[in-house]
């Protein structure tokens, strides 16, 4: 499979412990994002990579959460001091920049379970 | 920011039926809308999106229409299918130079024999 690439697909934590999620893009893309999904809604923009820049994060990013792409490639979202609202589908998804391409091709998802 | 307002939430039409989903939104810099298909479980996948230069997209029984002035787009289903059952989601993309996307809340589409 040459698609977006999550790991892990499932994720059970305890209330107060760090998680930490990788995605591995599609290899020409440049761009990458993190979104976050619940149950019955759309997918919400979390951050935005440019290579290895992160030009924008949503406000929903708040202080426990940081994302990383140190050499432009694949991607980790942490999440520090879990609360039960952070339980979600964490989807990662890439794109290339050049022709004005703006397709997002997403990945399977990491599904985080806090309880 | 951009808001994605979609409907409707729910969709029930028979097979053979057309079904019609309908998005606005609210960001007139907004130049790129693409449409997925999200199956219970899988992830979203890209269906069809259209460019704000283009009116209307036609791709097999899925069409597309954007009208820049009202700021609304609509996703067309023909001869609709049993596995065209799924959630579809909108989405709009605010600004030039970065591409996050703002996403409608989805319409779940059910298409019964």
């Known amino acids: 499979d040459t698609g977006v690439s999550q790991d892990p697909r499932h994720k059970i934590t305890k209330r107060g412990q760090n998680v930490t999620f990788r995605c591995d893009p599609i290899?020409?893309?440049?761009?990458l994002y993190w979104y976050r999904q619940t149950l019955g809604q759309g997918p919400e923009f979390l951050t935005y990579f440019q290579n290895e820049a992160q030009l924008e994060k949503s406000r929903l990013l708040s202080d426990r959460f940081s994302a990383e792409r140190p050499k432009g490639s694949f991607s980790t979202l942490e999440i520090q001091r879990t609360e039960q609202g952070d339980s979600a589908m964490y989807l990662c998804?890439?794109?290339?920049?050049?022709?004005?391409?703006?397709?997002?091709?997403f990945g399977q998802g990491t599904r985080l379970t806090v309880v | 920011g951009e808001n994605v307002e979609q409907h409707p939430s729910t969709l029930s039409v028979q097979e053979g039926d057309s079904a019609v989903i309908k998005c606005t939104y609210s960001?007139?810099?907004?130049?790129?809308f693409p449409w997925y298909k999200q199956e219970l479980g899988k992830r979203p996948q890209l269906i069809i999106d259209i460019r704000s230069n283009v009116g209307e997209k036609k791709d097999q029984r899925i069409a597309v229409t954007l009208n820049k002035t009202a700021k609304h787009f609509s996703l067309h289903i023909t001869e609709t299918q049993p596995e065209d059952s799924a959630v579809y989601f909108c989405a709009a993309s605010p600004n030039q130079a970065g591409t996050a996307l703002i996403f409608g809340k989805g319409t779940t589409l059910s298409v019964s024999s």
């Open positions: 998804a890439s794109s290339f920049s050049q022709g004005g391409g703006k397709l997002a091709f």
């Open positions: 290899s020409e893309h440049n761009r």
């Open positions: 960001d007139s810099a907004s130049n790129y």
